[in-house]
């Protein structure tokens, strides 16, 4: 099947309606049938700004960026995104297209 994979960059202490943002891009995507995300954290990056941003040992939740991705079909994206930009939040997201499907029978 033919679809994208849309992914955010949010920066994982980023709070948006009173949750971390990575959470409340999940919930979101669940709330509008979005059937299935996942949340991954960086070791390290940098931005547009060229900062570079690292884990250390003793950090505990810092600057470091999360990534959350969703595999889906197009007009799911599009209806995601839509829903989003009416949220007070500013987000970068990419959006790529993939083939999809599941492999075996399940049993």
Known sequence: MQGVYLKFYVQENQRHQGILAYEWLLEEAKKTGIRGGSAFRAIAGYGRHGK??????????????????????????????????SEELKLFYIKIPVDMGIVGNGS
């Open 52 to 85: 570079m941003h690292e884990q250390h040992f003793f950090e505990l939740a810092g600057d470091l960026f999360v990534e959350v991705g969703f595999a889906l079909k197009e007009e799911d994206a599009q209806h995601f995104l839509a829903h989003l930009a």
